[in-house]
Structure formats: structure tokens, C-alpha cells
């Protein structure tokens, strides 16, 4: 009975010790007394706290308050830091991406540039990306593009422009990166790269379909010139003519329509008008008019 007794205890030491200290914490809630200096005690007296103890709660909260308060940076600082990143999409310019190009024949003192390297370098400014690789960048050449959109807030863009940055050969296990400069065809483009001539940067053309091309955020073409419109010319009014020859059927009320003096119907005739046409040109009877004759508005 007592090995049971003594077994039971054994297994269930933490349950009575987290039942104890459970069980003062409910005493000293119900019958403790807060003292002057924030101490809850039995008997309302100020507990007696060791200077060793104290001496470690003052160091602890002046550490807090150095980490919470005198050690955060200001806003100036880190604007400065941010400043001071090279390659961010919004900072980076296609203008300091070519600035950046080596020569031809460059090969980083003879660690070598694989593609990959170098147009990272150019995108960024970092040339060391693996100190086991030294040649080697931080991806295949065929993911920069990529890589640079996802990290560094580039964009893609329809058709290259100097200096973007561009990636080939998904259907191949490393692909290829290079630097546009202009193109030489339908297809083609002299490009800036590494690894053409092993290990080395060189220029030359090469086949560029399917490629995709990334260029800095900060990048906005300039916009295409407004065409200035043509002026529509003002036509030229056809000149009524001043004679009209006679010809079968025709009536002076229809001629003078025709000449110019007709001011109202056409159906029913104005032969005010047609009366004045014929005192005009002599015409005693304006009902007899014959083919031929030429009649005169004035």
C-alpha cells in the first residue's frame, strides 16, 4: 500500500506543484494587502526584495528601454539605407545599366563571368553572388529576367530598348541572358553579354526570338509626338454663269431657278423673277422662248 501511495505521488509531483502554487496565488489574491511600494503581502508590510534582485530589474528595464527607444532608428536613417541599395527597379536607370558594361574581353581577373553574373551585375551592380562559384550568378540565365521582376521591382516590357536585360532558352536547362544594345533584324539584336567567348564579355549579334525583356520600374517611354493635323481645304464655290443656252422644254422660270434668281418654288414657279429675265433680254412673250437662244442673267 505504501510502495501505491508513494508511486502515485511520484507521477503526479507537477499536478501538486502546479495545484500549490495555483493555490497561494488564490491566498494572496483573497486576503494579500498591496503595500506602498506596489508589493502584494499577508500582512500589508512592503516586501523585502534582495539588492542583488533589484540591481537585475533596474538593469533589465534600462536595457528595454535602450532596445524600445534610444537603439530604434530614426526616419532619416532609414531613408538612408534604402538610398543606399543598388539595382531597385525605382532607383536604377537604364542609363546606369549601361553605364556599368565592361569591354570586350573583360573576365572579372580571371574568375570568369558566366551570362548570368554579368547581367545581374549590370542590373544591380553586386558581381559576387557564390563564393564556391565565383563565375556563376544567382540564378540560370534563363530565370534573370524573372528574378529580377520578383526581387528588385523591374518590369517586363513588349519590345527591348537599350540596356534592358533579357532571358532565352526555357526549353534548355541553363538558357542564356544578355544586355540589348539595337537591333539587326527581324529577329536579331547586338547584344552585350558573357560566356559567347567563354568566360568573357563580348558583343556580337545573335537570335533573340521568344525572349522576354525587363528593364528598371523607374523606366516610362517618351510618348509618341502628336501628329499635327491637316487642315481640311475650304472648297471653292462653283461659279453660277451669267449665260445659259436655251434648250428643249426648258422655261425662263426653270432658267432663272438654274441662273441663280429662283428664290421660291420650284413646283409652282416664281414669276417675278422669270419676268425680270425676260424684260432683261428683250423677250416680249417670256412663254416663247427657243432652242439655242442664249440668255443673259445681267
Known sequence: MASKVKNFFTGHIALFVLLGVA???????CFGTMSENGSITLDGKDAKIEEYTEKFIEDANDALYR????DAPTDEETIKENEEVEGLGAVTTLDTVIGRRKPDGFNDNGKGLQCSKYTAYLATGKMEYSTAHPDYGPVNGKDIASWLVKNYGWKYIDKPVKGAIG?????????HTVMYLY????NTAMVNDANYVPLTVDTHSMNISGWVWVVPS????????????????????TPVSNTYKVVKGDTLGEIA???????GSKMFGDYGYAQKLAEYNGIKNRGLIYPGQIIKKY
Do not use: D, H, Q
Open 23 to 29: 493555490a497561494l496565488c488564490v491566498a494572496f489574491m
Open 67 to 70: 532596445i524600445m527607444n534610444e
Open 167 to 175: 532571358s532565352g532558352g526555357w526549353n534548355t536547362k541553363y538558357g
Open 183 to 186: 537591333s539587326t533584324g527581324t
Open 218 to 237: 523607374s523606366y516610362n517611354p517618351s510618348p509618341a509626338p502628336t501628329p499635327t493635323p491637316t487642315p481640311t481645304p475650304t472648297p471653292t464655290p
Open 257 to 263: 431657278y438654274k441662273m441663280g434668281w429662283y428664290r
